[in-house]
């Protein structure tokens, strides 16, 4: 089935330094990768909207500048917390639909393993 | 954007009973709507999902119910196990544009032995 991988799983940074997770389906083309956080004990905010070849759709309230999303191929997307602080701790999702869109069957929606950032 | 709603926020049940999570959703446009177990520290697992042309799917222990007018959905276990305790969200999406999935905000199920 579908794999999307995601590194690093965890990462601890001084605040006022950049961090950037990758996310690669493995198996398959994702011409749309999705990015959501997640506080302990909460949900997935979507983030953002990953798009191979053009900017990146945030959510309201996402900003833009801080957040960077690269889509530079059909196979990884890329995001870069910049001048990360304390208040940016925390647990990072990327997932990915196939190719085409929804199928009859498929499991639709692969999420990599996260990445959990802990900034001091 | 949608909006999704989900209730319980905790949820005990002792091992053999059932478990039921609702969800509600604002977009009438929504038309597929799976259902994800995460266990601490891992990644969301797919466990059932609908589509908006369905009414009712199960899935041996697992089974989720659709009511568009209402606009809502629901997750039901039964002869639940200790292994079941985890957190579910349930998600809403338009299938084909854009594919974004909007999550409800989670249920953390303990099943006690």
């Known amino acids: 089935g579908a794999v999307v991988s995601q590194h690093p799983s965890r990462v601890i940074c001084k605040s006022g330094t950049s961090v950037k997770i990758e996310c690669r389906s493995l198996d398959f083309q994702a011409t749309t990768m999705f990015w959501y956080r997640q506080f302990p004990k909460q949900s997935l905010m979507l983030m953002a909207t990953s798009n191979e070849g053009s900017k990146a759709t945030y959510e309201q309230g996402v900003e833009k500048d801080k957040f960077l999303i690269n889509h530079a191929s059909l196979t990884l997307s890329t995001l870069t917390v910049t001048s990360a602080h304390p208040e940016d701790s925390s647990f990072y999702i990327c997932?990915?639909?196939?190719?085409?869109?929804?199928?009859?069957?498929?499991?639709?929606?692969?999420f990599g393993a996260g990445s959990r950032l802990t900034v001091l | 954007g949608e909006n999704v709603e989900q209730h319980p926020s905790t949820l005990s049940v002792q091992e053999g009973d059932s478990a039921v999570i609702k969800c509600t959703y604002s977009d009438s446009a929504s038309n597929y709507f799976p259902w994800y177990k995460q266990e601490l520290g891992k990644r969301p697992q797919l466990i059932i999902d609908?589509?908006?042309?369905?009414g009712e799917k199960k899935d041996q222990r697992i089974a989720v119910t659709l009511n568009k007018t209402a606009k809502h959905f629901s997750l039901h276990i039964t002869e639940t196990q200790p292994e079941d305790s985890a957190v579910y969200f349930c998600a809403a999406s338009r299938a084909n544009t854009g594919n974004q999935f909007y999550f409800g905000t989670g249920t953390s199920l303990t099943v006690i032995p």
């Open positions: 609908i589509r908006s042309n369905v």
């Open positions: 997932s990915a639909p196939p190719s085409g869109g929804l199928t009859r069957g498929a499991n639709v929606l692969t």
